[in-house]
């Protein structure tokens, strides 16, 4: 990524470079956006506002309809000492206040929480999002990785890469991918590149 970050090239946009893992997991019943697994290790609330935006354009692009975001936390309640839940809260805000636009955003949730209805329904827990969430965005770039590999490995799940927030869409496979997931991860960037010109930066900038 190096090349395509460094300032001369011209890929560089206002909106920060994330990565999207879009996977094909047997066990649940749609394709599961995960972010940001590859590019940020540590994103502050201002990368994740555009890790997030990144997500949900990529979704919009391959067709989701209102994509629903579930904000990762090991909780899905406001903890002062658990940095990432307190984010995951003002993310969710910042959703409804039109500063993140185009998908339903929540938070903070656990995981099982994101894509188990019945896990929701056993801690009480209701949002539009829990039990059926199209993207997951994890606390940093460690528990994004682990969480595919996870899935890759346990799951046989199907992983395609793609990074966003350039001024072109990136296709960015691990060493160990498959073939099909190089290919998926190709017409990933595709379907991106005939969408609308997201790269032009964050809403209302």
């Not at 996977?23 to 394709?31: K, N």
């Not at 000492?81 to 910042?94: D, G, N, P, T």
């Not at 949730?109 to 188990?116: H, I, K, P, Q």
């Amino acid at each position: 990524m190096s090349a395509a970050v460094a300032v001369h090239i011209g890929l560089a946009t206002d909106r920060r470079m994330s990565h999207v893992s879009v996977m094909d997991v047997p066990t649940y019943a749609r394709p599961l956006f995960i972010t940001d697994t590859a590019s940020n290790i540590e994103p502050d609330l201002a990368a994740k506002q555009d890790i997030v935006q990144n997500a949900i354009d990529l979704a919009l692009a391959v067709g989701v309809e209102t994509p629903k975001v579930a904000i990762l936390s090991a909780i899905g309640t406001v903890n002062p000492k658990l940095r990432s839940s307190l984010e995951a809260a003002v993310l969710a805000k910042m959703a409804e206040r039109g500063q993140i636009v185009g998908g339903v955003v929540d938070g903070p949730l656990a995981f099982d929480d994101a894509v188990s209805p019945a896990t929701a329904r056993v801690r009480g827990i209701a949002s539009p999002v829990t039990g059926r969430a199209d993207i997951v965005v994890v606390p940093d770039l460690e528990s994004g990785a682990m969480l595919v590999q996870q899935l890759g490995a346990l799951g046989d799940s199907q992983a395609a890469g793609i990074v966003l927030g350039g001024r072109v869409p990136i296709v960015l496979t691990s060493r160990a991918d498959s073939p099909l997931g190089r290919v998926a991860s190709c017409a990933l960037a595709v379907l991106v590149a005939r969408a609308a010109p997201w790269w032009r930066g964050r809403p209302g900038g």
